[in-house]
């Protein structure tokens, strides 16, 4: 069989693979630089500004999760709608897809609009970085319901292999928001200097020009994914809903779970004082580019390996999903390789940092490295392989049991009982991934995930 799999690496296959990666890494690039540039603006200001434009962040992180978790049934469907050369159901699918992620968006929206300081509350008890995380949530909240069209049209466009649409449109919303963050945070053309306010308005008004621009462009030029009212209507019955559901909530749980997992995990660090929240701050935005092309491959991978199973070629689909597993691999050593040749000019950004901030963060760094080796086989098996194949139920039990039964007990554990250093606590992250690595392997081998979800 590894003869097979290598065989797998056309020029043909490796073309129309990054065809579709390399947009949806630059893409995730592009969303996680929003965070980098946030933090690399707030730590002129200080170490509570980092730490609360950190647990904000990720407390918008868990949201856009659920968001990913609810289109994740669309992009299942269009997929493998695309496969079967149904143009209607691509259209019907991300229309269903977008009604139903703003009802998720309107639940997360008005939680952190009307109840930021509980959130805030659940990482730090810190009152300053409560009342600083607490006006940034206010104000992005409205931003997620922008954010669930982006999405929602952002997995049609993948299904049809045409993910640079939405990835232009995402530059031009990130450019925004480089400028804007510049002008508010710092009180630039004679405005005030509205620190991590200023932040979370840039954040808001970038996406609503990326969302506008996007809407136009679809609309102006009739494209298959601009549906109209009818488009919305003709979903709108109980056995499309019923259908969507079926598929998206397992999978929008798990995306919860995990997503709330990391908080947590966020939450256990920041117990051991302001300094571990204030390096994880700036870690997270840094994690998020580093799994950039890892997650370009993953999700091309669901693309090809979804359009397959819906054409029935399941021992092509197979071969496949061992292919993109190596592919991965092979990009996390490379990826490390350049993470630690940019380590001290990368870090030497962050010059606001406290000098035991920055010791911390150094840290963290060395360790998350070796993190992202784990990090990419599970994540092109799960996100790539068996969800594309609608085995959405070994996936959520397999979250549950590695982060919440064993890597958030553990972690707890050493770091509340224990008192362990905080970087063997970080280190500890790393649990549940090499657990996922080998259930997952053993998942795939199985085929027990192979089904055509549009026969």
Wanted: proline share 3%.
């Amino acid at each position: 069989m590894p003869t097979l799999i290598l065989q797998q690496f056309d020029r043909g296959f490796l073309r129309s693979l990054f065809w579709i990666a390399l947009p949806i890494a630059l893409q995730s690039m592009l969303f996680s630089s929003r965070s980098l540039v946030d933090i690399l603006m707030l730590g002129q200001l200080g170490n509570a500004q980092v730490a609360a434009a950190g647990i904000a962040g990720k407390a918008f992180f868990v949201a856009i999760i659920m968001l990913f978790g609810v289109s994740t049934g669309g992009a299942m469907l269009t997929a493998q709608f695309w496969g079967a050369n149904n143009k209607q159901g691509v259209r019907e699918a991300t229309a269903l897809t977008v009604m139903i992620s703003g009802c998720f968006a309107s639940v997360a929206a008005a939680l952190f609009l009307f109840a930021p300081e509980w959130v805030m509350g659940l990482a730090t008890q810190s009152p300053k970085v409560i009342a600083l995380g607490s006006e940034y949530l206010r104000i992005t909240a409205f931003n997620l319901l922008g954010a669930a069209f982006g999405i929602g049209i952002a997995v049609g466009l993948r299904s049809m292999h045409q993910p640079g649409v939405s990835t232009f449109f995402s530059a031009i919303g990130i450019g925004a928001n480089m400028f804007l963050n510049w002008v508010l945070i710092f009180g630039k053309f004679g405005l005030p200097a509205m620190g991590i306010k200023g932040a979370a308005w840039a954040t808001l008004l970038s996406g609503g020009i990326e969302l506008v621009l996007l809407a136009s462009y679809l609309y102006g030029r009739k494209h298959l994914l601009a549906f109209n009212f009818q488009t919305v209507v003709t979903v709108c019955n109980k056995k499309d809903i019923q259908r969507f559901l079926k598929l998206s909530l397992p999978i929008t749980f798990n995306h919860l779970a995990w997503a709330g997992g990391i908080f947590v995990y966020h939450a256990i660090i920041g117990q051991l004082g302001i300094n571990g929240l204030a390096a994880m701050s700036v870690i997270t935005p840094i994690e998020s580019l580093s799994l950039a092309m890892l997650i370009g491959i993953s999700n091309a991978s669901a693309v090809f390996i979804g359009n397959l199973l819906g054409a029935n070629k399941n021992d092509e689909a197979y071969l496949k999903a061992w292919a993109f597993s190596l592919l991965n691999l092979s990009f996390a050593l490379l990826t490390v390789c350049v993470m630690f040749l940019i380590k001290q000019p990368l870090l030497n950004l962050f010059s606001g940092l406290t000098e035991d901030v920055r010791a911390l963060t150094d840290h963290f760094f060395d360790i998350f490295a070796i993190i992202l080796v784990l990090k990419s086989i599970p994540m092109v098996m799960i996100v790539g392989v068996l969800r594309a194949g609608g085995d959405i139920k070994f996936c959520f039990y397999q979250d549950i049991i590695a982060q919440w039964m064993i890597g958030i007990p553990v972690t707890a554990f050493c770091a509340l009982i224990l008192h362990w250093p905080i970087e063997w606590v970080y280190a500890l992250l790393g649990l549940e991934e090499l657990i996922k690595w080998f259930a997952s392997s053993f998942r795939v081998h199985s085929r027990r995930w192979m089904n055509n979800l549009v026969a």
